[in-house]
């Protein structure tokens, strides 16, 4: 499982690189836009610069509206200014066809550009709260634009976590719908230390981290530690190599 950490600008990009040999991505957003708000481009220019070449870096495009157009417009920015990664929040679609839209005009003006780039869909585990498409159409849409990846957010960051509103087991059908269609599948939401467990069960690909790492638990107001980083990614080795030795599940 791979460990992406999402800093809010240069300062905390820092300490990520601090922290760099216990992650895998470097995710660029801008909290106080939104759970997928997307930062400028010279931040994402900037934080590219100054994490290791060996470090993918993700950047967001936001908690975007149905209009294609747009996003793909923003998505070319995100690549252009040095993601690896490119997150798309499906906030305003509310049927799977009007994601497949956006998505559709988001691969194209990224992998017209860089091939190598992937794609990331990503639905919102409490769609039911900001009416968006349900978690479980993000699979399909993602293959069926052409995307690399489909992820799991929430979008209203109140406390409540990705397992609040999408149990384990519905996770688990995610990860499957995305690997059958070749996908990798993303999970985030709040994410804490005691989730790594069920999270490596399921066979989640790549888990999106900001408040656990950061001093207080605060996403907003707090900052991310690189020491926090290390423990978090310490779970991460441990709860893999109980899985592993097939160590059964607590609870």
Known sequence: MLLLISPDGIDEALDCAKAAEHLDIVDVKKPDEGSLGANFPWVIREIRAAVPVDKPVSA???????????????????????????????????????????????????????????????????????GCVNPLAVPDIAARSGADAAMLDTAVKDGTRL???????????????SHASGLLAALAGSVKQ????????????????????CEGGDRNAGRIRPHLVAEFR??????????AAGVPAAG
């Open 194 to 213: 005691e989730d790594v467990g069920p999270l490596t069960r399921i066979g989640t690909d790549i888990v999106g981290v900001r408040g656990a790492v």
């Open 60 to 130: 967001t495009v936001g908690d975007v509206p149905y209009k294609p157009g747009t996003v793909a417009q923003a998505a070319l920015g995100a690549v252009v200014s040095g993601a690896t990664y490119v997150k798309v929040g499906l906030y305003g679609c509310t049927t799977p066809d009007q994601g497949v839209d956006v998505m559709r005009a988001v691969v194209r003006a990224v992998k017209e550009y860089r091939p190598e780039a992937l794609v990331v869909a990503s639905g919102y585990a409490d769609a039911h709260r900001v």
């Open 234 to 243: 310490a779970e991460m080795h441990r709860q893999a190599r109980e899985y």
């Open 163 to 177: 397992f609040d509103h999408v149990r384990p087991d519905a996770c688990a059908e995610f990860v499957r719908l």
